[in-house]
């Protein structure tokens, strides 16, 4: 994995709320993971989007509206 899978995984971890069991810590933890990808992915869309006329933020939106993200 690349620095900004780590890096997202970190602040996944922070989010989570102390004292929680570890099922709720977990759950919690991937549903934040999962979050963060998949606006970073987005983000990439959009920043695709400059080098194109708007396939990027469609990629962006479909990709966000996919994983139910907003």
């Not at 971890?13 to 759950?27: A, F, L, N, Q």
């Not at 993971?33 to 990027?56: M, N, P, S």
Request: hydrophobic fraction near 40%; charged fraction near 25%.
């Amino acid at each position: 994995m690349n620095e900004r899978i780590h890096a997202l995984a970190e602040e996944a971890k922070k989010s989570v709320p102390h004292g929680v069991t570890t099922d709720k810590w977990i759950e919690t933890y991937n549903i934040k993971l999962a979050t963060l990808i998949v606006l970073e992915c987005a983000e990439v869309a959009y920043k695709f989007d400059e080098l194109t006329i708007g396939q990027g933020y469609t990629v962006a939106k479909h990709i966000k509206k996919h994983f139910g993200v907003e």
